[in-house]
Each structure stands twice: as C-alpha cells, then as structure tokens.
C-alpha cells in the first residue's frame, strides 16, 4: 500500500464530495478504527445495517489491524497534536502513517500544519 487514508477520504468518495476521487482507494490503508469511523458516520447517515455492510466490504482500502503499538503511538500524539483538536480517529489515522512510514491522505486541512512537526507527508484531497 502507497499512503494511509482518514475517514475523511473515505467518505469524500462515497458521498461524492469535492476531491472524492476513488482511484485513492485502490492503493490505500487505513486502521480499523477509521474503518469504524466511516460504518458510524454512514449510520448517522440513515444507512441500514445491511447497506454498511455492502459498502464497507466494497472498499478497497486495506484495514489494518489496530495493535498495541498503535493504541500506544495514538496516545504518545496527543500532546503533539492536542493544539490542533485533533480527535482521536486523526490521531489513529496518523500514527498507522508513521508506523507503516507512509503518507497519509485527508481532507482535514488543519493537518498540513503538523507536516513538519510530525516530519511526515500529509496530502490534500481538495
């Protein structure tokens, strides 16, 4: 996998907002616990039990299990990321980035703002 998506991605895509391109998706990781973000999110949004589990097993993207070590590295990016109100799915997204060593892609524009103080590659979708 080339670049790690948020939830953010995610749902760009499949609600066709600007900068939801799919191709994203193909070549993508994201945690397991983005992956949860987006099956609540698509529940707050009216789908039914059975269109989550259509569209979550349509994804391409390629979960990646939620460890200890990313329980750990999630924790340790709260005070590097606390004046930014990043929430805790942000900071999961982040921290498979760093551990996998890979960029990581969100529509969240204040996270270009911890590019350099995180040292890594932080991607735009719009």
């Known amino acids: 996998m080339s670049i790690v998506v948020d939830s953010?991605?995610?749902?760009?895509?499949?609600?066709q907002e600007p900068g939801g391109d799919d191709s994203w998706l193909f070549d993508?990781?994201?945690?397991?616990v983005n992956l949860?973000?987006?099956?609540?999110?698509?529940m707050a949004l009216g789908y039914t039990k059975d269109q989550i589990t259509t569209v979550m097993s349509g994804l391409p993207v390629k979960a990646v299990e939620f460890t200890q070590d990313l329980v750990n590295l999630t924790a340790y990016l709260y005070e590097?990321?606390?004046?930014?109100?990043?929430?805790l799915g942000?900071?999961?997204?982040?921290?498979?980035?760093i551990a996998r060593k890979l960029p990581?892609?969100?529509?969240?524009?204040?996270?270009?703002?911890l590019e350099r103080a995180l040292d890594m590659?932080?991607?735009?979708i719009r």
């Open 8 to 15: 953010s991605v995610i749902l760009a895509v499949l609600k």
């Open 28 to 32: 993508a990781t994201a945690s397991t």
């Open 36 to 42: 949860a973000e987006v099956a609540t999110k698509l």
């Open 80 to 87: 590097d990321t606390r004046q930014y109100g990043l929430s």
């Open 90 to 97: 942000d900071r999961a997204c982040i921290a498979t980035a």
């Open 104 to 113: 990581v892609l969100t529509a969240d524009r204040v996270w270009k703002e």
């Open 121 to 124: 590659d932080i991607q735009l």
